[in-house]
T-cell receptor, first 113, second 110 residues
Framework: EAGVVQSPRYKIIEKKQPVAFWCNPI?????LYWYRQNLGQGPELLIR????????DSQLPKDRFSAERLKGVDSTLKIQPAELGDSAVYLC???????????FGPGTRLTVL | GQQLNQSPQSMFIQEGEDVSMNCTSS?????WLWYKQDPGEGPVLLIA?????ELTSNGRLTAQFGITRKDSFLNISASIPSDVGIYFC??????????FGTGTSLTVIP
């Protein structure tokens, strides 16, 4: 069974540029999460989807961040415009919902210059 | 968002030694998960716990769901160099909303 797939793995951009991250969850997993992980810290939730519905986006900075999961499968997280403080690892995770467990992708390391 | 308290923050041990770390919360959780994260990779699930007092093993790793439901413990026996990494706990109250710990960095000296 394939794991959670994320791309790109690394992205370097200049501030004020837009950037997008893509995630394909484990097949059959209805719940999808986007996390941000700053250096030396644990992951912090940005948004959680149940199928195509965003059920928890309270930590998503909505002035510059947006996300979509149109068909309830893969998802895209966008930042526009990026700021220096957005440099972090962006992790995607998915869960089947049958038990409280989630599996992570390898992450996208974003560097904003 | 809420972050759980993990201790110790870092550990330096000799190969072959046993390791203990814990995670505490001010809130009651119904699920505890333990992950290991290698540099440049996403967290990998090690052990999942679903009931207070539950003790679960995965090879040399053993984790326990605290009786108070506000803490969890992870033990690694007979450490080896590949155990090096950052260990995170995660807790959930209901549904699929998880909160993560601050991490314990483990270094194993051969």
């Amino acid at each position: 069974e394939a794991g959670v797939v994320q791309s790109p793995r690394y992205k370097i951009i200049e501030k004020k540029q837009p950037v997008a991250f893509w995630c394909n969850p484990i097949s059959g997993h209805n719940t999808l999460y986007w996390y941000r992980q700053n250096l030396g810290q644990g992951p912090e939730l940005l948004i959680r989807y149940e199928n195509e519905e965003a059920v928890d986006d309270s930590q998503l900075p909505k002035d510059r961040f947006s996300a979509e999961r149109l068909k309830g499968v893969d998802s895209t997280l966008k930042i526009q415009p990026a700021e220096l403080g957005d440099s972090a690892v962006y992790l995607c995770a998915s869960s089947s919902g049958r038990r409280d467990t989630q599996y992570f992708g390898p992450g996208t390391r974003l560097t904003v210059l | 968002g809420q972050q759980l308290n993990q201790s110790p923050q870092s550990m330096f041990i000799q190969e072959g030694e046993d390791v203990s770390m814990n995670c505490t919360s001010s809130s009651i959780f119904n699920t505890w998960l333990w992950y290991k994260q290698d540099p440049g990779e996403g967290p990998v699930l090690l052990i999942a716990l679903y009931k207070a007092g539950e003790l679960t093993s995965n090879g040399r790793l053993t984790a326990q769901f605290g009786i108070t439901r506000k803490d969890s413990f992870l033990n690694i026996s007979a450490s080896i160099p590949s155990d090096v990494g950052i260990y995170f706990c995660a807790g959930a109250r209901t549904g699929n909303q998880f909160y993560f710990g601050t991490g314990t960095s483990l270094t194993v000296i051969p």
